[in-house]
């Protein structure tokens, strides 16, 4: 799963459970790098996926009727956030 902060006012919600990948997005009305802190909830269980940004901007998918609803691991997993920062002149 990923969960992406694209241009100042988008924010992606991104995963594959076997049938091809699913992307979510929300827009904010008003440019994200405002120096304030913003609420992301990125979930998928069984039945949606679902995005949102600042409990106010929602996305909702339905969970595709196929693909699989629980991870199998064999290994150890890792979650990743990263956050990409350019300074212009």
């Given at each position: 799963m990923w969960v992406f902060?694209?241009?100042a006012v988008t924010v992606s919600?991104?995963?594959d459970v076997g049938n091809g990948p699913v992307e979510l997005q929300v827009h904010a009305a008003t440019p994200l790098n405002d120096d304030q802190w913003h609420?992301?909830?990125a979930e998928r269980?069984?039945?949606e996926a679902v995005l949102q940004l600042d409990l106010t901007n929602r996305a909702a998918r339905p969970a595709p009727p196929q693909g699989h609803?629980?991870?199998?691991l064999f290994s150890q997993l890792y979650v990743e956030a990263s956050v990409q920062?350019?300074?212009r002149c």
């Open positions: 902060y694209h241009e919600f991104s995963f609420h992301v909830v269980n069984v039945k609803t629980r991870l199998e920062i350019s300074h």
